[in-house]
């Protein structure tokens, strides 16, 4: 692997102790998967930030780094939202030792914005090379912007920022992007805009690490951020293309590629309303991944003059809370909560319901396991109305 006079010096020590142990982790990632140089980056997104999720290791591991980061760096969610967090219900040891994780971040000079969209928050651009770690950002960087990221680990996403390079290998690379697999979504006018997750959940199992390309649907943005978050979920889809709509799948062609010559696996609508099903629910969470302003608006039109029955908890980026303070205002005078900072997987706030209803194919995948609850998937409106006992 190819190193640069200054690579040469961090390696042997010369910048202090922290940035020549990021420089090895690096190497090591690079020289595992064949790369041949690192590739500078504009941004990373480090994983590893909730205290559930790192632990007492993890913290001592944060607390030996002595180092700054080279390029903007924000976290994933945290385990509690920041200054709300008793009202969360988490307990107050748990709340000291998350406080600690985010010190450590602090000192390192990570942004303390925690949150699964960066990318509401930091402009990224097509063909910027990243180093992203949550799967659903990574899906979204590299299938909807174009930007080019691996899945990273929370180490090795914080090495390359305090480095300010990432090894130049997987989808950094054009060859590593090209669709492996093709689905048709044969639903028609039933397709509706919750069906996104479903689908995802779906095609993910289906596709394992493969790239897809989908054929057949026309999602917007948010409905993207679903699809590719539900995929990284159920599957480790890490990069799609829709045919037309993605940036990328429009110069497929002219790189040599025809998908008719595809495996192509069809989903109908009957197999996507199968996902769906009735049952008694005791919480409800939206924002999986973390909301957009436009999906806020909806709550809050949907929760106008009403007040909720049981819990109904939305979550998103602290700048897009901030940013809409008036939808927030709504959502919570009807006795819902909105939190930023944290997520339904990551927060032990959630711990503690029998069955959660919600409208993400993530979040339908991952809470059994995560948050010890039964999960059930419902449309926005559906969740909503549950919330509400209608
Ligand atoms: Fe984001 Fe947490 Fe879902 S990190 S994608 S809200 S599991």
Same mark, same amino acid.
């Given at each position: 692997?190819?190193?640069?006079?200054?690579?040469?010096?961090?390696?042997?020590?010369?910048?202090?102790?922290?940035?020549?142990?990021?420089?090895?982790?690096?190497?090591?990632?690079?020289?595992?998967?064949?790369?041949?140089?690192?590739?500078?980056?504009?941004?990373?997104?480090?994983?590893?930030?909730?205290?559930?999720?790192?632990?007492?290791?993890?913290?001592?591991?944060?607390?030996?780094?002595?180092?700054?980061?080279?390029?903007?760096?924000?976290?994933?969610?945290?385990?509690?939202?920041?200054?709300?967090?008793?009202?969360?219900?988490?307990?107050?040891?748990?709340?000291?030792?998350?406080?600690?994780?985010?010190?450590?971040?602090?000192?390192?000079?990570?942004?303390?914005?925690?949150?699964?969209?960066?990318?509401?928050?930091?402009?990224?651009?097509?063909?910027?090379?990243?180093?992203?770690?949550?799967?659903?950002?990574?899906?979204?960087?590299?299938?909807? *912007? &174009?930007?080019?990221?691996?899945? /990273?680990?929370?180490?090795?996403?914080? !090495?390359?920022?305090?480095? #300010? =390079? +990432?090894?130049?290998?997987?989808?950094?690379?054009?060859?590593?992007?090209?669709?492996?697999?093709?689905?048709?979504?044969?639903?028609?006018?039933?397709?509706?805009?919750?069906?996104?997750?479903?689908?995802?959940?779906?095609?993910?199992?289906?596709?394992?690490?493969?790239?897809?390309?989908?054929?057949?649907?026309?999602?917007?943005?948010?409905?993207?951020?679903?699809?590719?978050?539900?995929?990284?979920?159920?599957?480790?889809?890490?990069?799609?293309?829709?045919?037309?709509?993605?940036?990328?799948?429009?110069?497929?062609?002219?790189?040599?590629?025809?998908?008719?010559?595809?495996?192509?696996?069809?989903?109908?609508?009957?197999?996507?309303?199968?996902?769906?099903?009735?049952?008694?629910?005791?919480?409800?969470? *939206? &924002?999986?991944?973390?909301?957009? /302003?436009?999906?806020?608006?909806?709550? !809050?039109?949907?929760?106008? #003059? =009403? +007040?909720?029955?049981?819990?109904?908890?939305?979550?998103?980026?602290?700048?897009?809370?901030?940013?809409?303070?008036?939808?927030?205002?709504?959502?919570?005078?009807?006795?819902?909560?909105?939190?930023?900072?944290?997520?339904?997987?990551?927060?032990?706030?959630?711990?503690?319901?029998?069955?959660?209803?919600?409208?993400?194919?993530?979040?339908?995948?991952?809470?059994?396991?995560?948050?010890?609850?039964?999960?059930?998937?419902?449309?926005?409106?559906?969740?909503?109305?549950?919330?509400?006992?209608?």
């Amino acid at each position: 692997m190819y190193l640069d006079s200054d690579d040469e010096k961090i390696l042997a020590g010369e910048y202090g102790e922290t940035r020549r142990k990021m420089m090895e982790i690096l190497v090591a990632l690079g020289k595992v998967f064949g790369a041949e140089k690192f590739v500078p980056i504009t941004s990373a997104q480090v994983a590893g930030a909730s205290y559930k999720t790192i632990g007492k290791w993890g913290l001592e591991w944060l607390r030996s780094l002595d180092a700054r980061v080279a390029v903007p760096a924000v976290l994933n969610p945290i385990g509690m939202p920041r200054e709300r967090w008793q009202e969360m219900r988490i307990p107050s040891d748990f709340a000291e030792k998350q406080n600690a994780v985010l010190a450590a971040y602090r000192r390192l000079g990570v942004k303390l914005e925690c949150t699964c969209t960066p990318y509401y928050i930091n402009r990224t651009s097509y063909g910027d090379h990243v180093a992203w770690s949550e799967s659903s950002a990574v899906s979204y960087a590299n299938s909807v *912007i &174009g930007a080019r990221t691996n899945r /990273e680990g929370g180490p090795s996403a914080l !090495a390359a920022a305090i480095i #300010g =390079k +990432t090894p130049y290998y997987g989808l950094h690379l054009w060859e590593n992007r090209m669709p492996q697999v093709a689905f048709h979504i044969e639903a028609g006018d039933t397709l509706h805009a919750n069906h996104y997750g479903a689908i995802g959940y779906l095609a993910g199992r289906e596709a394992g690490n493969r790239v897809p390309i989908f054929t057949g649907i026309r999602p917007n943005r948010d409905q993207l951020k679903a699809l590719g978050a539900a995929m990284a979920a159920s599957g480790a889809v890490a990069l799609y293309h829709v045919d037309g709509i993605t940036p990328d799948s429009r110069v497929l062609k002219e790189r040599g590629m025809d998908i008719s010559s595809l495996e192509t696996i069809t989903i109908t609508g009957d197999e996507i309303e199968a996902i769906f099903e009735e049952r008694t629910v005791d919480a409800v969470a *939206i &924002g999986c991944p973390h909301c957009s /302003e436009d999906e806020l608006e909806e709550i !809050a039109g949907l929760l106008k #003059g =009403k +007040t909720v029955k049981i819990p109904l908890y939305v979550f998103a980026a602290r700048g897009v809370v901030q940013a809409n303070s008036n939808l927030v205002g709504t959502i919570e005078e009807a006795g819902a909560k909105v939190w930023e900072d944290t997520c339904i997987v990551v927060s032990p706030g959630m711990d503690h319901f029998g069955t959660i209803m919600v409208n993400s194919g993530k979040a339908f995948a991952y809470v059994p396991n995560m948050c010890g609850a039964a999960a059930v998937l419902g449309s926005t409106e559906e969740c909503i109305a549950a919330a509400l006992g209608e």
